[in-house]
């Protein structure tokens, strides 16, 4: 008897030892794999807003005089003459910028202020004539604002801060633009966004290229010239009348003027 337990033992050692074994590989399930990402990842989203900060910066330190056509659908190409000079003021020429595309204007921003002008058009014949806005980086009234100098002047500002509200991330080039493009976008909940979300390209020493939002496209119309030591006003500047609107003025009721009334 003693040699038949001895002999159990010796068989039924080897698996008792590798029960423990089998169970763990029998319960255990295998881990699961880790998720391939899709899309731009972290890193690359941070690089994009990196980059973009780089080339606006440059941007801000460009000085030029370039020609801009500004395209929109249903309304007739538009050609803008933007100026950054070398002492920081600037100037956005801007064809049909007030009373609904009658009346071309000016906006610049120099060391006295920022200004409007009003040039002579087919909507208003009248000289050349400026009225102070502000201070040169005082917000122009809305109702005034024709928006098309924003990509050029103080939303370079919102692509510099990384602090800003965006999303940015690498873009394809337009069909018709040029450089190197990011889609940005805005992560505020606010109505009020810091810039107009679109696609913003520039080349490597920091010209704007293009830039392709909602309300139109802003493209280089040929390569920019040398920038003048400071820019002039168009005109002198006078007191005596209001800033132009964007709007159209109301037209004039014929029963408002002298003699229109029953005689």
Do not use: K
Request: proline share 13%; net charge negative; with cysteine.
């Amino acid at each position: 008897m003693p040699d038949l337990i001895r002999s159990a033992g010796r068989v039924l050692g080897p698996l008792v030892l590798a029960l423990p074994t089998l169970l763990v590989a029998c319960t255990s399930t295998p881990p699961t794999p880790t998720p391939t990402p899709t899309g731009p990842g972290p890193v690359e989203v941070d690089a994009a807003r990196d980059e973009l900060a780089a080339l606006a910066a440059a941007a801000q330190d460009r000085h030029m005089v370039a020609q801009y056509v500004y395209s929109r659908a249903g309304q007739p190409d538009r050609t803008i003459v933007f100026t950054s000079a070398n002492d920081g003021s600037w100037r956005v020429d801007v064809p049909g910028g007030a009373w609904g595309g009658t009346v071309d204007v000016s906006m610049a921003a120099t060391p006295d202020g920022l200004f409007q002008c009003a040039l002579p058009s087919a909507g208003r014949p009248e000289s050349s004539s400026c009225v102070r806005l502000g201070e040169r980086d005082d917000t122009i009234p809305r109702r005034s604002d024709p928006r098309l100098h924003h990509p050029l002047t103080d939303w370079l500002d919102v692509l510099t801060d990384r602090r800003a509200p965006l999303a940015v991330a690498p873009a394809e080039t337009p069909e018709g633009l040029a450089g190197t493009c990011y889609s940005v976008d805005s992560t505020s909940a606010s109505l009020n966004a810091p810039l107009d979300v679109g696609i913003y390209c520039y080349d490597r020493d920091g010209t704007p290229t293009g830039v392709r939002t909602g309300s139109g496209t802003l493209r280089l119309a040929a390569p920019p010239g040398p920038a003048p030591a400071t820019v002039q006003l168009a005109g002198p500047v006078v007191v005596d009348r209001e800033p132009l609107d964007t709007a159209a003025p109301p037209t004039p009721d014929p029963t408002d003027s002298p003699g229109a009334g029953t005689p």
